[in-house]
């Protein structure tokens, strides 16, 4: 028996900034919704989405942080961090862009489901309910785990161990 292939994919894109006083610091945002209330750890993500097989990932990267963030992307140098597969069997396609944001600016997307479940109540949740900037060592706590190596290629690639 053949395992069906998982074809769900995903791509984002992670601003980071570098500074004499705080060193490399990357922006990352809190889930919302209310599987994500009250937990910090393992709880946050790159801006990121799916897309269908038509949409061109690099395009959906800048589409999702835009839907999730509410603001245009910042101009700037995309660098490509590669793909990763997600404990979920979904892909996910990210780049960085070095910018400088205020997190406080965010006015993110939203998304309706039925809560509490089996209720027939629907609301309206925050896709992102915030966003911070974060050192690596606290990005690596805060991420979901399938995330976290897309920091970790960032800060290869701004110390020269990878391109």
Known sequence: MT?????????GLLLFRTGAEQGLEVL??????PFWEGREQAAWSVPKGEYAPEE????????????????PVPEGEWVELGEARQ???K??????LRADIDPASAVPGTFT???PRDSGVVREFPEIERFAWCTPEVAAERL???QRVFVERLRAHLTGGGD
């Open 56 to 71: 061109a990932p690099r395009a959906a990267a800048r589409r999702e942080f835009e839907e999730e963030f509410g603001h």
């Open 87 to 89: 404990p979920s069997g």
């Open 113 to 115: 489901m039925e809560w």
């Open 91 to 96: 892909t996910v396609t990210v780049w960085a």
């Open 28 to 33: 990352i945002g809190h889930m919302g919704g």
């Open 3 to 11: 395992a069906k292939k998982n074809t769900r994919r995903s791509a």
């Open 144 to 146: 979901v785990k399938g």
